[in-house]
């Protein structure tokens, strides 16, 4: 780690062809739709985003994406000014265009147009040194969805236990 950095942010180095380095997660998705269907995405990005995200500095919470005109934008993702940037430096929470085949913006636009289904981004990560947005094609929860989820996690969780407990007796 390099003088003058905190200790608990993560620098994210990513030689190309190296494989997948996450950036940011966005963990409360998961729990509050039912995920459909996933898509992976390039970003249009400028320089100094790259940057930013290269220092691991980034947040999927309150994000979305949305079909406008043909296009799938990416809006609420929050990526920091990158500190040594300049005049150049970028909008922290500006609209993102998302790289996609025509067909699965076709579908993606078909499906949001139902009642209840949005598109929700998962995970912003490098792959092979090209930024990347994981996003799905999800359903709101109901609030007692979302507590059987907790219930049922708990309960193979507790299951889990009893069993490594009896087996190192």
């Known amino acids: 780690m390099r003088p003058g950095r905190a200790a608990t942010r993560e620098v994210v ?28 995405a390039g970003v ?23 079909v406008d ?3 799938v934008w990416l809006q609420g993702l929050h990526i920091p000014v990158y500190a040594m940037g300049n005049w150049t430096n970028h909008l922290p929470r500006r609209k993102r265009k998302l790289l996609l085949h025509r067909d699965e ?10 009642k209840g289904q949005t598109i929700v981004p998962l995970a912003l990560y ?17 609030e007692w969805d979302k507590r059987q989820a907790l219930r ?8 889990e236990r009893a069993i490594r407990e009896r087996r190192d007796r």
Do not use: P
């Open 13 to 40: 180095r990513v030689a190309k062809g190296t494989g997948r380095a996450l950036v940011a997660s966005n963990r409360k998705a998961r729990h509050d739709y039912v995920i459909e269907d996933i898509f992976e």
């Open 44 to 66: 249009v990005l400028m320089g100094t985003e790259v940057k930013a995200l290269r220092d691991g500095r980034a947040s999927l919470a309150d994000s979305w994406c949305e």
């Open 69 to 71: 005109g043909g296009e």
């Open 105 to 114: 913006i076709t579908r993606l636009e078909h499906r949001t147009q139902d």
């Open 126 to 142: 490098f792959l092979d040194g090209r930024v990347k947005v994981e996003i799905a094609l999800a359903r709101g929860k109901k």
């Open 152 to 159: 049922e996690r708990q309960d193979s969780m507790d299951a």
